[in-house]
């Protein structure tokens, strides 16, 4: 406030989404700064280039913007200020409910009881190992695919065994031999959710712990020349949106590191979600010629494990798609068995040569190449493989796929996620066991007594609608104070009924 007094003109450089609106604007409240004298400024990175930039285009405080912050302070505090209290009485114990964190977690208690639900169905399936007549009598595994034309159907050992019947002493002959091409493109850059979950799935970090090194790694790091630099930009984002600049700046380094072949035409472009805010980038390198291994030596080993992930994403979404040869061959055994194999061969990495994207299911198959088969071959059977399967059931949450499915559902903020998952966790709702979210006793009896009462609260696309609201608050299209109205009109009625029952 005294600095304020004494200067012509103040600046404001909070973060540049609804958050940082709405703190300009209490800083400037508190302060005692008049319109004449503020100027708004915002940048997706902390680097000079970038922060000269914005003090070429200051503007005003956008009004909007702070409208819808404060229309989702005042939403979380309703629900959270009245629903606790209730809560804690009804259960003879200090608890709280949050609007969001309440419908992640009923999320997991339903996936919870589709498990408990869940009976295992029985199945089987055969493979047979085959191998050719020729002097290097190559092996491949091909699986039963039809029978008489038909998916066969397995359900038990007798099942099996009349087809093990079927085919014993059969001749195995290669009928059709496809040869084929698939193209395997690179993912956009990081935006949040991505990020946290690569993070979760590479790393083994938290949400919260992504976005804690994720911030130093914005707010600048020093290289050795006594100035900090933004090595990353901001890193709470729902855009996939890329600089042309960056773009060509890694192009560049592409055609120099890895050779033309590697660089698409043009450009990629990637498609955001509905309601992504276009005006932010994907969380990028704020240069990607500061490789992960010339900074290595200024970093902490978390934070430079983190740059690289972020390093290796960016490039390879600037890169060409990856080029497999395949082949689906099939064996005919006893005329009317049909085994069938699939076979992938890379013949041009592209973007895998930098990077390749982890899974959340590590039993995905992987590419294996087959031989060169020709149709009317004869082939030895080496072993039929009969293995029995149950069904499974879905499998619970982790901290990575509880973010991807409230992002699917429109739920949620690319600044919320982390404390979301974090929360829930602490009010021990819910327990983390073997990286996998398990609701407690008292999280189901929870999710259940606000089932109860308040359906609308815990309502997936109620939820999700709250927040195109907002979002039509942040683009002027709705008042604040309507949008509230609306949402309390209908709320309040349901506080009174709650403390009555």
């Not at 404060?70 to 609007?99: E, F, M, T």
């Not at 700046?249 to 120099?256: D, G, V, Y």
């Not at 194999?341 to 990495?349: K, Q």
């Amino acid at each position: 406030r005294a600095a304020a007094a004494k200067a012509d003109k103040i600046y404001l450089a909070t973060d540049l989404d609804r958050e940082g609106e709405a703190i300009a604007w209490h800083v400037a409240e508190a302060a005692g700064i008049d319109r004449a004298r503020r100027r708004r400024i915002t940048f997706d990175q902390i680097t000079r280039a970038a922060i000269q930039e914005a003090l070429k285009h200051p503007r005003d405080l956008d009004a909007d913007l702070i409208d819808a912050q404060q229309a989702r302070r005042v939403l979380d505090r309703l629900v959270g200020y009245q629903i606790s209290p209730i809560l804690s009485k009804s259960l003879h114990k200090a608890l709280s409910a949050g609007r969001v964190q309440s419908v992640a977690l009923r999320l997991i208690v339903d996936r919870e009881r589709e498990i408990l639900a869940f009976v295992p169905v029985e199945y089987w399936t055969l493979d047979a190992e085959l191998q050719r007549r020729t002097p290097a009598k190559e092996r491949f595994t091909a699986r039963l695919a039809k029978i008489r034309g038909r998916d066969p159907e397995l359900h038990c050992r007798d099942d099996v065994d009349g087809v093990l019947k079927a085919l014993s002493g059969a001749t195995y002959t290669v009928t059709r031999v496809a040869h084929g091409q698939r193209v395997r493109n690179p993912q956009p850059p990081f935006i949040t959710s991505t990020l946290q979950a690569e993070a979760g799935r590479k790393l083994r970090r938290s949400p919260r712990q992504t976005m804690a090194l994720a911030q130093q790694l914005y707010e600048g790091v020093n290289l050795g020349d006594g100035e900090p630099v933004g090595l990353i930009t901001y890193m709470r984002t729902d855009s996939v949106h890329v600089a042309p600049e960056a773009q060509a700046e890694a192009r560049t380094l592409i055609a120099q590191r890895w050779g033309e072949s590697y660089l698409p035409d043009t450009a990629p472009t990637y498609r955001a979600r509905a309601r992504a805010q276009e005006a932010h980038e994907a969380i990028r390198p704020t240069s990607v010629l500061r490789e992960p291994n010339a900074v290595k030596q200024y970093l902490s080993d978390e934070q430079a494990r983190l740059y690289e992930l972020i390093w290796q994403r960016f490039v390879a979404s600037q890169m060409k798609p990856a080029i497999y040869a395949t082949i689906t061959v099939d064996v005919t055994a006893a005329e009317y068995y049909l085994f069938r194999a699939n076979g992938a061969t890379l013949t041009f990495p592209g973007y895998l040569a930098v990077y390749e994207e982890g899974r959340d299911d590590e039993t995905a198959d992987k590419e294996t190449a087959l031989p060169a088969l020709t149709k009317g071959e004869l082939l030895d059977l080496v072993r039929l493989l009969p293995e029995q399967h149950h069904t499974e059931p879905p499998p619970r949450y982790s901290e990575p796929t509880l973010i991807k499915a409230l992002e699917e559902h429109g739920i949620g903020r690319p600044s919320t996620y982390a404390s979301i998952v974090a929360v829930i966790q602490e009010r021990n709702y819910v327990l983390k066991e073997q990286n996998r979210l398990r609701p407690t006793a008292l999280g189901m009896v929870v999710c259940d007594a606000l089932l109860a009462t308040f359906e609308d609260v815990m309502d997936l696309r109620y939820t999700a609608d709250m927040e195109a609201q907002l979002d039509q608050v942040a683009e002027g299209k709705l008042g604040y104070v309507p949008m509230l109205n609306g949402f309390y009109g209908a709320f309040a009625p349901r506080v009174e009924r709650a403390k009555q029952t």
